[in-house]
């Protein structure tokens, strides 16, 4: 399969860091493609623990990795990792490259959110605060400063002190904020120049070769689908596009180019940030699983909201993102209940509802419809076969694959490398 996309088809953390490091190991380059450091990529590799949350999960493998044109990318975060892994014995400078066309998030999208979450008050979407949505907004209109800009001194002054100037009349006279310094924001942005221009280019050309080769190009998806800026349960999203149509754009790929599409989900469901979660648990049987499933939001550390599987979600992520085969996560913190239920359709009104809904409003009229299946009680984390797990837990990965119309290809059952069945 030369070129292979992993996205999440959930509300994020669905466990895309242990599966892109899985198939990175057979890859050629891995290539991310939309998003910032609002992601957080986890694996445990014996007792050590490497999160990610700009560089793709590959160059944990040694492999090159790109961070394409649809990324929103905080240099002082990529610095920051690139010293991290570095001390850690990870190899970074020699293996990235980055997007001229990819976005910067600079100090006012950060102070900008913060004001904009605190405004909105019981409203607030609940971000990372990693100044996401405001730099895409930037982007989208048209004023946004990109990798490339760094190129050019004269050019990047003048586009600082304009956009600048802009966003200090917001601080102040909108958020009543404190205001930034243009000369420290350009000044900084030289310095991070010297340290990262030599790795800034076309990424797409690197892709392109690497596909006219026949090597293994793998795309590495952040968030999930229910957090897409269109297909999500807006507003509670994410400011990009996590969906596989997104690689195309994102990476400057044909979409032709796609092979394969695997869908990461968790054997249940979770959220971090606000909006709704049909599936949701009480919180007495949520904590007995947060502390097994690590269910902490690897960017923020915020406990996760916890709920049962929801066959509608992951169905229409079947749909929407072309899903050809699955990846469950976290099986192995399901072996303590004597029962599962599992969502297996809403209703509204009475009425059976055919697809998840788009808008919040409907969704909040909805009812979700349980089926009950055995439990399993067992530990798992060893089993290395897909025959070899407890009867009840494959019946369980069947059902997945009935109601969400996609087959299993991955289960994986513990956090460390390693600990996973492939079928
Ligand atoms: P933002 O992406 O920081 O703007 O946050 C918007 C929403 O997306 C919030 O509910 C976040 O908690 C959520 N979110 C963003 N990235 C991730 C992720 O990688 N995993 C889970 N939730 C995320």
């Known amino acids: 399969m030369p070129a292979r996309v992993v996205v999440g088809s959930q509300w994020g953390d669905e466990g895309k860091g242990r599966v892109v490091d899985l198939l990175a190991a057979d890859a050629d380059v891995v290539v991310r493609y939309q998003g910032g450091n609002n992601a957080g990529h986890t694996v445990w590799i014996g007792e050590q623990k490497f999160a990610v949350h700009l560089i793709p999960m590959g160059v944990l493998r040694g492999k090159p990795c790109l961070l394409g044109a649809g990324m929103v990318i905080d240099l002082d975060v990529l610095l920051e990792e690139e010293s991290e892994l570095g001390s850690r014995g990870v190899p970074v400078r020699g293996n990235i490259r980055i997007s001229e066309n990819a976005h910067l998030i600079l100090q006012y999208h950060k102070l900008i959110e913060a004001a904009e979450e605190e405004r909105r008050g019981e409203r607030a979407i609940g971000t990372t605060r990693r100044g996401i949505g405001p730099a895409y907004e930037d982007k989208a209109a048209r004023r946004g400063i990109r990798m490339g800009d760094l190129r050019d001194s004269d050019a990047l002054a003048e586009k600082v002190d304009t956009v600048v100037t802009y966003k200090n009349l917001l601080l102040k006279n909108v958020y009543k904020s404190p205001t930034v310094d243009p000369d420290k924001i350009y000044n900084d942005l030289r310095v991070l120049h010297d340290h990262f221009g030599e790795m800034v280019c076309d990424t797409s050309l690197i892709v392109q070769e690497a596909l006219d080769k026949g090597q293994r190009v793998l795309f590495e998806g952040a968030h999930g689908t229910m957090l897409d800026i269109d297909w999500g349960t807006y507003p509670y999203v994410t400011s990009s596009n996590p969906l596989s149509g997104e690689v195309a754009a994102g990476a400057g790929v044909s979409p032709k180019a796609l092979d394969q599409i695997t869908g990461v989900t968790k054997a249940y469901t979770t959220r971090v940030g606000a909006g709704p979660f049909p599936t949701e648990m009480a ?141």
């Open 283 to 423: 919180e007495e049987i949520a904590a007995s699983m947060r502390d097994a499933g690590g269910e902490f939001g690897s960017t923020t550390g915020r406990a996760r909201r916890i709920g049962w599987f929801d066959a509608m979600v992951v169905k229409k992520s079947v749909r929407l993102n072309g899903i050809d085969s699955l990846a469950i996560t976290h099986l192995d913190v399901l072996g303590r209940f004597d029962e599962i239920p599992v969502c297996v359709g809403y209703r509204c009104g009475g009425e059976e509802v055919s697809d998840f809904p788009n808008q919040i409003e409907e969704l909040a009229r909805c009812e979700p419809v349980y089926e009950t299946l055995p439990g399993w009680r067992a530990d798992t984390s060893q089993v290395k076969r897909f025959g070899d797990l407890p009867e009840n837990a494959r019946a369980y990965v069947r059902r997945i694959e009935e109601l969400v119309g996609a087959p299993v290809s991955h289960v994986l059952v513990g956090r460390q490398r390693g600990q996973d069945i492939v079928l």
